[in-house]
């Protein structure tokens, strides 16, 4: 849990720790371990933004069908991380903090999910990169509520429904005041 984490505020703002994330309106994140949308300009943004960076994320969101692999260093969060078989660039453990112990000399960590993974990192989040769907979903897993007083937005760019999108949305970049 983070409250237990043993990292001194100095290591953690000399690392940006972002969490990357896709969510609508009413902060729906997945259904049934899927996004309920297909934006290729949001992966586009993805793919750009971490290109070469290390990824934290949750089991689920490992084991979906539309997970994302980075191909530099992958950490998978799990309760049992001695059950998965995983690729040589990806190493399973059973806390935050043992991953970015792993993660100690990367300047940059991306926290992929899914929901308890992004409710237990947001407090040490320094930068956010939310895409914010303008459409409300049904949706089985949820992005935590933000206190925007804590954010400043840096960057912002909004995309209208086309022919490859069915929807409005909106690819922000948010830094920790």
Known sequence: MIGRLKFSPYFLMEKKIALIAAMSENHVIGQDNKL???????WENFHRVTA???????????????????ANKN????RHPEQLNLPA???AVDS?????????????????GGAEVYAQTLDLANYLYLTIVHHVFGGDA??????????????????????????????NEYRRK
């Open 142 to 171: 949820f992005f935590p509520e933000i206190d925007w007083n804590q954010w400043e937005m840096v960057d912002e760019q909004k995309f209208a429904p086309d022919d490859r999108h069915a929807y409005s949305f909106s690819i």
């Open 89 to 91: 660039n990806c190493q």
């Open 52 to 70: 070469g960076k290390p990824y934290v994320m949750g089991r689920k969101s490992y084991e979906s069908e539309d997970a994302l692999i980075s």
């Open 96 to 112: 935050i903090e043992k991953a970015l112990e792993l993660l100690q000399e990367e300047p940059v960590i991306f926290i992929l």
């Open 36 to 42: 309920p949308w297909h934006l290729p300009a949001d």
């Open 75 to 78: 950490v998978i969060l799990t």
